[in-house]
Structures are given as structure tokens and as C-alpha cells.
Nanobody, 121 residues
Framework: QVQLVESGGGWVQPGGSLRLSCAASGSIFRIYVMGWYRQAPGKQRELVARIISGGTTNYQDSVKGRFTISRDNAKNTVYLQMNSLKPEDTGAYYC???????????????WGPGTQVTVSS
């Protein structure tokens, strides 16, 4: 089993910055993908950014140039640096990890409990 602990959410004014962190722990054999999704009230959960084990990153178009995802493999931790935040970035942010817990070729998807980000004046 893999546990995800998120931190770094909060309230910020438009134009401000926040940094989210997500640490994975437990019976981890190998992590393949670490990422962040968000869900605004009344909307579906959507991918914000993800980073694959080789270092490839993907971003939602609306956050390109403003958000940066990074990963510390030694700590099994993923970060999301969010700059120039806008009110439309408001939502619950969820850490997402795809990992193997044994050498067998079976990947599992894990979700964090979510951390709230509110951007308003």
C-alpha cells in the first residue's frame, strides 16, 4: 500500500505563488508517474501537471509558463510550484501517483486526500 501526504495549499491573492508538495511512502517498488490534478466546485477533476520517471513533463495548457512540476526521486516527493496564480486556479488539488508495489508488472493508481488552493482578492 502507498500513502500520499500533501501540503502547501492555502489562500493567496491573484498574482501570488504557492508551492505544493506530495510525499509518497509505504511499500513502494518503483514510482512511474507523479502528478497533480485539481477539481473546482461543480467541475470534473482535471490534470494540472505530471512528471514521468524519465523526467518528461506534461502540463494543462492553462498553466503552462506559470506552474512547474518537479520530483525528488530519493524522497519519493513531487512538487508543484505555482506562480502568477489566477482565481480560476482555485480548487482542490490532488496528488496522483502510479507505482508498482512489487516487482510484478502491475501498476496501481494512488490518490492523496487533496489540499485546497484558493485564489481571491
Amino acid at each position: 500500500q502507498v500513502q500520499l501526504v500533501e501540503s502547501g495549499g492555502g489562500w493567496v491573492q491573484p498574482g501570488g505563488s504557492l508551492r505544493l508538495s506530495c510525499a509518497a511512502s509505504g511499500s513502494i517498488f518503483r514510482i512511474y508517474v507523479m502528478g497533480w490534478y485539481r477539481q473546482a466546485p461543480g467541475k470534473q477533476r482535471e490534470l494540472v501537471a505530471r512528471i514521468i520517471s524519465g523526467g518528461t513533463t506534461n502540463y494543462q495548457d492553462s498553466v503552462k509558463g506559470r506552474f512547474t512540476i518537479s520530483r525528488d526521486n530519493a524522497k519519493n516527493t513531487v512538487y508543484l510550484q505555482m506562480n502568477s496564480l489566477k482565481p480560476e486556479d482555485t480548487g482542490a488539488y490532488y496528488c496522483n501517483v502510479i507505482a508498482r508495489v512489487t516487482p510484478a508488472p502491475d501498476e496501481y493508481v494512488y490518490w492523496g486526500p487533496g489540499t485546497q488552493v484558493t485564489v481571491s482578492s
